[in-house]
């Protein structure tokens, strides 16, 4: 594992057949880091189905200091460098990217460019209430925490987002079903073998593993089987 929790891991479809893949990975070899071109990939492992890496960027950046000779306030240039973790997970069809939500362009448009463009990597917005019928269906016990819900109107009220974090009986999975298209946010608490530990899922395509969890890959393998078993792609 690239990335130990708590981490963001950020999802892509990755449309990439096993030629492309061996093409990948010496574009990706080609493609290292250097000072002059200010980023590259180094890779950390290459597997026949699974890589891992970091894309590195280089930026140069202008600082305030305080210079004691002068004593002044000068402003030096300095290169600020950027470790962006990934993974590429041939099986499941998955360019995992473990950062925000704006390094994925970055990551899309490198790993674009080091496969001459010969990969198909689309993003991936969920559709929240039908993964948890998924996950549901692989952890019995899986419990709603909180969600987010854009265009809800409690009681008649005000039209607006939510963020809801107390249910009482079914109230949770009654909300998820009537505002299936409008949930944005999904807090959700699994047992993950000796522990109970907490993810949030966002419909941008990105999951947060908030506990610090000894099984990471059990984890997300879990997710990822339930993410391609089920349509979890957004109605229009």
Request: glycine share 6%; charged share 30%; aromatic share 8%.
């Amino acid at each position: 594992m690239i990335e130990s929790s708590p981490l963001t891991v950020n999802l892509v479809r990755a449309d990439i057949d096993k030629e492309e893949y061996d093409d990948l990975i010496s574009g990706l070899k080609d493609m290292r880091y250097t000072r002059e071109r200010s980023y590259g990939f180094s890779l950390e492992s290459v597997g026949e189905n699974l890589l891992s890496g970091h894309l590195v960027i280089t930026t140069p950046t202008n600082i305030q200091e305080f210079d004691e000779k002068t004593q002044s306030v000068v402003k030096r240039q300095i290169d600020r460098t950027e470790l962006i973790p990934f993974r590429i997970d041939l099986a499941n069809e998955f360019l995992e990217v473990f950062s925000n939500q704006d390094d994925v362009s970055k990551m899309k448009t490198r790993l674009g460019e080091a496969s001459d463009w010969s990969i198909g990597l689309t993003e991936y917005p969920l559709n929240l209430a039908a993964l948890y019928e998924g996950l549901i269906t692989q952890d019995n016990d899986l419990k709603i925490k909180s969600m987010k819900i854009n265009n809800f109107s409690p009681g008649g009220s005000v039209t607006g987002s939510y963020h809801l974090k107390m249910f009482e009986g079914g109230e949770a999975k009654d909300l998820l079903s009537e505002y299936r298209n409008n949930v944005s946010y999904l807090g959700a608490e699994f047992d993950n073998g000796d522990q109970r530990v907490t993810v949030g899922f966002f419909r941008s395509g990105s999951i947060r593993l908030y506990s610090d969890c000894q099984k990471d890959e059990k984890l997300l393998a879990t997710i990822k089987k339930a993410i391609n078993e089920t349509e979890v792609m957004p109605n229009a």
